[in-house]
């Protein structure tokens, strides 16, 4: 079981930045996959920024370059930082975790096993 809390969220203006925490715990391993994904009310779930088994990092095209995703392995933390935020980014985030995985499933949030409760994203112009 693998335990995930996101903090860090809150309320911003357009051109502001903001880290994201996602602290894990319970039988969590340094080749686990992690990623950030965020949700707005009534649309699916989308991948923002993922790390796969050997650490290597993807982003979504909507925030390559704004965004850098990185895991401490030490103490079992994910981080979102996130800079020049645009209202788009208003969403509730989410970190989740999966055993050692590849291609396709890092980006698939039905295929990661363990979900924390998310936290809110609003930026206002």
């Known amino acids: 079981q693998v335990q995930l809390v996101e903090s860090g969220g809150g309320s911003v203006q357009a051109g502001d930045s903001l880290t994201l925490s996602c602290a894990a715990s319970?039988?969590?391993?340094?080749?686990?996959?992690m990623g950030w994904f965020r949700q707005t009310l009534g649309k699916e779930r989308e991948w923002v920024a993922v790390?796969?088994?050997?650490?290597?990092?993807n982003y979504a095209d909507s925030v390559k370059g704004r965004f850098t995703i990185s895991k401490v392995n030490a103490n079992n933390t994910l981080y979102l930082h996130m800079s020049d935020l645009k209202p788009e980014d208003t969403a509730m985030y989410y970190c989740?975790?999966?055993?050692?995985?590849?291609?396709?499933?890092?980006?698939?949030?039905?295929?990661?096993?363990?979900w924390g409760q998310g936290t809110q994203v609003t930026v206002s112009s």
């Open positions: 989740g975790a999966q055993p050692p995985c590849e291609g396709w499933v890092l980006f698939r949030w039905r295929q990661y096993s363990s």
């Open positions: 319970g039988t969590i391993y340094s080749t686990f996959c």
């Open positions: 790390v796969d088994s050997g650490s290597k990092t």
